[in-house]
């Protein structure tokens, strides 16, 4: 795991805290078979992916997914070098989050 990398358990406890902000950068497609509840879909291969990603509010804290964690960690990288300061992303992404049994919405 990466300095940045966070794990399902820790995703899981700071959405109970409620200080987290979730990205999922997967496809719609991918997210329509389901998604972390309370996530932001902002699609990684959408041209306006950039300008999105730089509207957000750069003093929160956010965790970052997509389908297994690559789209995720590149995104969490493109954050830091824009200013962003704790940006996370969620080792082994959505398939990571499902086989620990966490809850999806569908």
Known sequence: MKDNDITVVDLEKMIREGNTRVLDVRTLEERMSG????????????????????????????????????RSSKTVRMMEEIGFTDCHNLSGGFGEWTRAGMKVVK
């Not at 309370?38 to 699609?43: E, L, P």
């Not at 957000?56 to 804290?61: G, H, K, Y």
């Open 35 to 70: 998604y972390i509840n309370g996530s932001v879909n902002i699609d990684f291969y959408d041209e306006n992916f950039r300008p999105e990603i730089e509207k957000l509010d750069r003093s929160e804290t956010y965790v970052v997914y997509c389908a297994s964690g690559g």
